[in-house]
């Protein structure tokens, strides 16, 4: 059907002469239609606008949740790196304790508890996320399981040493496992240069530096073997433990015992001095087991024995 004109007739309320106006249908029918163009335009406009600022909104979220996730898995690595720390010292003082048990010490490769299984994939979703951090959670997660996993083992490792102590409970009273004396290692076991001669040498024990006149306890029960003074050595102390086990403590201020002698272990059997060659007041302190000088540290035990 053609479109047709419209007359448009304005009345004023006053004597003003009367307009009018003649107003074509196709006009009108284009400003209506343009007015709806526009109205739908400005309605995207709007809508598109503030998905935009959802979509920015979240994203600043994420970005935020995902720094604070970082910062906690730092917290946690420091953590599990601690106890990382605390497993690795826990599985030295099980050997220590296994050889005072007289029981075999745990290999190695043992120490590395593996395991093995079918490779069944990580959850590929969070890696799509976040790989790098994903797999940081991942990596992490395996070390926890193998921490786990090393407890176990010094888990069942001590019950066996118990078992065994107290299937041999005189054998554990004879076996040295304290130290003889309070102070700091001032000198380890084995090779070193002479602290006054400055040749390589053996050195058959350890030098506890503390302050002259502090007792000297016997580490385990046994027999005064010997007081007497040596060369080098000044005053010296020997206690046997018996099982073929025998310790020696040099340069000594003065003896609280006399050979032959029965000590039980924590008993005062002399105080520290510089006698001898040294550069001043320490105890040197050695273990022989069948005649072979054995490194003292191998045989303390200050976490578990008083």
């Given at each position: 059907?053609p479109?047709?004109?419209?007359?448009?007739?304005?009345?004023?309320?006053?004597?003003?002469?009367?307009?009018?106006?003649?107003?074509?249908?196709?006009?009108?029918?284009m400003?209506?239609?343009?007015?709806?163009?526009?109205?739908?335009?400005?309605?995207?406009?709007?809508i598109?606008?503030?998905?935009?600022?959802?979509?920015?909104?979240?994203?600043?979220?994420?970005?935020?949740?995902?720094?604070?996730?970082?910062?906690?898995?730092?917290d946690?690595?420091?953590?599990?790196?601690?106890?990382d720390?605390?497993?690795?010292?826990?599985?030295?003082?099980?050997q220590?304790?296994?050889?005072?048990?007289?029981?075999?010490?745990?290999?190695?490769?043992?120490?590395?508890?593996?395991?093995?299984?079918?490779?069944?994939?990580?959850?590929?979703?969070?890696?799509?996320?976040n790989?790098?951090l994903?797999?940081?959670?991942?990596?992490?997660?395996?070390?926890?399981?193998?921490?786990?996993?090393?407890?176990?083992?010094?888990?069942?490792?001590?019950?066996?040493?118990?078992?065994?102590?107290?299937?041999?409970?005189?054998?554990?009273?004879?076996?040295?496992?304290i130290?003889?004396?309070?102070?700091?290692?001032?000198?380890?076991?084995?090779?070193?240069?002479?602290?006054?001669?400055?040749?390589?040498?053996?050195?058959n024990?350890?030098?506890?530096?503390?302050?002259?006149?502090?007792?000297?306890?016997?580490?385990?029960?046994?027999?005064?073997?010997?007081v007497?003074?040596?060369?080098?050595?000044?005053?010296?102390?020997?206690?046997?433990?018996?099982?073929?086990?025998?310790?020696?403590?040099?340069?000594?201020?003065?003896?609280?015992?006399?050979?032959?002698?029965?000590?039980?272990?924590?008993?005062?059997i002399?105080?520290?001095?510089?006698?001898?060659?040294t550069?001043?007041?320490?105890?040197?302190?050695?273990?022989?087991?069948?005649?072979?000088?054995?490194?003292?540290?191998?045989?303390?035990?200050?976490?578990?024995?008083?």
């Amino acid at each position: 059907m053609p479109f047709k004109d419209w007359t448009i007739l304005i009345v004023p309320h006053n004597d003003i002469q009367s307009h009018r106006f003649k107003v074509s249908r196709w006009l009108v029918f284009m400003g209506v239609v343009t007015g709806l163009v526009l109205s739908v335009g400005i309605s995207v406009l709007v809508i598109s606008s503030h998905s935009k600022n959802f979509d920015f909104l979240r994203f600043i979220n994420l970005q935020h949740e995902n720094q604070i996730l970082t910062q906690k898995l730092q917290d946690v690595e420091g953590k599990i790196g601690q106890m990382d720390q605390l497993i690795g010292g826990l599985m030295d003082e099980n050997q220590i304790f296994r050889r005072i048990a007289g029981l075999e010490l745990i290999d190695d490769e043992i120490t590395k508890v593996g395991i093995g299984g079918t490779f069944v994939g990580k959850n590929e979703e969070l890696i799509e996320v976040n790989g790098p951090l994903a797999m940081k959670v991942y990596r992490q997660e395996d070390h926890v399981d193998l921490l786990l996993r090393k407890a176990a083992l010094i888990g069942q490792s001590l019950q066996e040493a118990i078992g065994s102590l107290e299937a041999n409970s005189d054998r554990w009273t004879h076996t040295p496992s304290i130290m003889p004396t309070e102070g700091f290692i001032s000198s380890g076991f084995g090779k070193r240069s002479h602290p006054i001669y400055h040749i390589s040498q053996q050195h058959n024990g350890i030098d506890i530096s503390t302050r002259r006149g502090a007792p000297i306890i016997a580490p385990a029960d046994g027999m005064v073997l010997m007081v007497k003074q040596q060369i080098g050595y000044g005053l010296t102390l020997a206690l046997d433990h018996g099982y073929g086990l025998i310790t020696r403590y040099a340069h000594c201020s003065k003896s609280n015992v006399r050979v032959g002698q029965r000590v039980k272990r924590g008993d005062v059997i002399g105080f520290v001095g510089d006698t001898g060659i040294t550069t001043g007041p320490n105890l040197h302190y050695e273990v022989y087991a069948e005649n072979l000088a054995k490194d003292p540290l191998d045989y303390i035990l200050d976490n578990y024995v008083p």
